[in-house]
C-alpha cells in the first residue's frame, strides 16, 4: 500500500498544482488505491483505461517526435537486456549456478572415478588377484597398485610405505604375505609402466574429487548455509541443482520438496494407480536411513518442510546464517526421537523465536564486521588516493623544475652564441684588413678549421688604433706623393 518514491517523483512532477481536479486513469486498481491515498488524486480503472493504453503503446511512434519504428525497436531492446540483467545480477557471493555445475560435476567424477577403478583392479588383478579382498577401496587399492608395482620385488623394506597407505599395520602385513605367496601371472615392465600411469590419473582424479568436494561446501555455506546445516551441502545442491535455483527451490511447496528427484515413479504411480512414492532426493540424508521403516514416510514429510523452510530463508534474506538451519535439525532430531520414545518436541513458534534473537545477534556481529572491513578498506584507498596525489605534485614540482633549468640554459646558450656572433665577424674582418701585412710576413696560413680567434676587449681596442694610424700614415704618403708629382 506505500507508493513507490519514482513513481510519487513522477506523479509530482507531471501533476498540475490543482491535484483535486485531476482524474488520472490507471490499469491496476491497487495502484490507484495508493495513489488516491498517497497523493489524493481520484484515479479511473476499467476497459476504458486498458483500450486507451493499449493504444498508446500501439501508436506511440505516431504520437512522440523524433521516434522512429527503428529507434523504438533499439529502446526495447535495451530495455530488454537491463532486465534480464538485473534478474541475473545478484551478489557474487551468493550465485547459485556455481552450485550446480560443481555438484553435476562431482557427481560426473563419482562414476568415472569408480569405473577408471575398475578397469585398474581388472588390470593389475592378472599379476596380484589377492589384492582386491585385502583393499576393496578404489582409491586406496589404486595407491597400493602403484607403490607395489612389481610383487616380485616387493620386501620388508617397503612395510613402513604400505601402512602409510593402507593406515593398518595388519593389513599391511597381509598384503606383503599375499604378495609372497600370490599365484598371478608375471608382467612385463612396459605393462607395468603403463598400469602405474593409469593409476596415477585416478589418484590425481580422486585428489581433485576431495578438493571440489570442499568447494561445494565453501560455496553452499555462503549461498544457502540454513539448507546445508540441516540436510546437509551434497544433498541440498542436489536439491537446488534439480530445482534449478535456490529460488525455484523456494518456491516450491513442501510436498514436491518431497519427491523431488522421484518423477519417474510418481508419474508410474500415478498411471498405474499404485502408491506414490514417499521421498526423492532427500532419502539420500542420513535422517530417513535412521528411522524405523513405519516411520520413513512420516519423518521424509516433516524434513521436506522444514526443508522448505530453510531454503526460503537462505533464498530471502539479507545475511544468511546458520542459525535457522541448525535449529530445524534440532527440531528433526526431537521428532526422530518423538517417534521412538513418544517424548514430545517443543513447538516450532518457541525454536523459532530463539532462532530469531540468535539470528539477530549473529547478523549485528556480521554487520559490524563488514563495517570495520569497509573503513579498512576506505583508509586504505584514502592513503591510495593521497600517495597517488603526492607523486603528482613531485612530478610537477620536477617537471617545473626542468622547465625552468631548461630555460635558463636555453638563455646561457644564446648569450654565448650571442657573444661569439661578434668576435668571429672581427676574427673574419681582420685577416681582410690586413692582408697586405700578412704577405708581407710571409707566415704560412693556418687551415679554416683551425682558424679560430678569441679576441678580448682590451686587445680589440689596441688593434683598432693601430690600424687607424696605418691608415693616417697611408694617407699622408699618398699626399706627400701628389704634391711631388705636382712640383714636377
Known amino acids: 500500500g506505500v507508493l513507490h ?4 517523483l513522477l506523479l509530482d512532477t507531471a501533476l498540475p498544482p490543482k491535484r483535486k481536479k485531476v482524474v488520472l486513469g490507471v490499469g491496476d486498481a491497487k495502484m490507484g488505491a495508493a495513489v488516491l491515498e498517497e497523493l489524493g488524486v481520484q484515479c479511473q480503472t476499467g476497459g476504458v483505461v486498458a483500450e486507451l493504453m493499449r493504444g498508446i503503446r500501439l501508436h506511440f511512434p505516431a504520437l512522440v517526435r523524433g521516434l522512429t519504428a527503428q529507434s523504438a525497436a533499439k529502446a526495447q531492446l535495451g530495455l530488454g537486456h537491463s532486465y534480464s540483467r538485473a534478474k541475473v545480477k545478484f551478489n ?3 550465485v547459485d549456478n556455481m552450485i550446480i555445475q560443481s555438484i553435476s560435476l562431482l557427481d560426473q567424477l563419482d562414476k568415472d572415478i569408480n569405473t577408471f577403478s575398475m578397469r585398474v583392479r581388472s588390470w593389475y588383478g592378472y599379476h596380484f588377484p589377492e589384492l582386491i ?7 586406496m587399492y589404486c595407491r597400493v ?3 607395489i608395482g612389481n610383487r616380485r620385488e616387493l620386501s620388508e623394506e617397503s612395510l613402513e610405505g604400505l601402512e602409510e597407505i593402507v593406515m593398518d599395520s595388519a593389513k599391511a602385513q597381509a598384503i606383503l604375505e599375499a604378495s609372497r605367496s600370490s599365484m598371478g601371472m608375471d608382467i612385463s615392465p ?4 603403463n598400469i602405474e600411469s593409469f593409476s596415477r590419473r585416478v589418484i590425481s582424479l580422486s585428489d581433485y574429487r576431495k578438493g571440489l568436494q570442499e568447494y561445494l561446501r565453501s560455496k553452499m555455506s555462503q549461498v544457502a548455509p540454513s539448507l546445508s546445516a540441516l540436510i546437509g551441502e551434497v544433498v541440498g545442491a542436489r536439491l537446488i541443482s534439480h530445482a534449478g535455483s535456490l529460488t525455484n527451490l523456494a518456491k516450491y511447496p513442501a510436498s514436491t520438496v518431497q519427491i523431488l528427484g522421484a518423477e519417474k515413479a510418481l508419474f508410474r504411480a500415478l498411471k498405474t494407480r499404485g502408491n506414490t512414492p514417499k521421498y526423492g532426493l532427500i532419502f539420500h ?8 521403516a513405519k516411520n520413513k514416510g512420516r519423518i521424509s514429510r516433516y524434513l521436506a518442510n522444514k526443508c522448505t523452510i530453510a531454503s526460503r530463508i537462505d533464498c530471502f534474506s539479507e545475511v544468511p546464517t546458520s542459525v535457522f538451519g541448525d535449529k530445524l535439525r534440532e527440531q528433526v532430531e526431537e521428532r526422530l526421537a518423538f517417534y521412538e520414545t513418544g517424548e514430545p518436541p517443543r513447538k516450532n513458534l518457541e525454536v523459532m523465536k530463539e532462532a530469531v534473537v540468535e539470528a539477530n545477534e549473529v547478523v549485528a556481529e556480521v554487520k559490524r564486521r563488514q563495517e570495520k572491513k569497509e573503513k579498512k578498506r576506505k583508509k586504505r584507498e584514502k592513503r591510495r588516493l593521497e600517495a597517488l596525489a603526492a607523486a603528482a605534485e613531485e612530478a610537477a614540482e620536477n ?3 626542468e622547465t625552468e633549468e631548461n630555460d635558463v640554459g636555453a638563455k ?3 648569450k654565448k652564441k650571442k657573444q661569439q656572433q661578434p668576435e668571429e665577424s672581427e676574427a673574419e674582418a681582420e685577416p681582410e684588413e690586413n692582408g697586405v701585412e700578412e704577405e708581407e710576413e710571409e707566415e704560412e696560413p693556418l687551415p679554416k678549421k683551425k682558424r679560430k680567434v678569441v679576441v678580448e676587449p682590451e686587445v680589440e681596442e689596441e688593434e683598432e688604433e693601430e690600424e687607424e694610424e696605418k691608415k693616417k700614415k697611408k694617407k699622408k704618403k699618398k699626399k706627400a706623393v701628389a704634391r711631388d708629382s705636382e712640383e714636377d
Open 92 to 94: 557474487v557471493h551468493r
Open 285 to 292: 540424508s542420513t535422517f530417513i536411513g535412521r528411522a524405523a
Open 5 to 8: 518514491e519514482d513513481l510519487r
Open 190 to 193: 612396459l605393462d607395468l609402466i
Open 133 to 139: 579382498k585385502i583393499v576393496p577401496e578404489n582409491s
Open 399 to 401: 617537471s617545473v623544475m
Open 412 to 414: 646561457k646558450k644564446k
Open 145 to 147: 597398485a602403484k607403490f
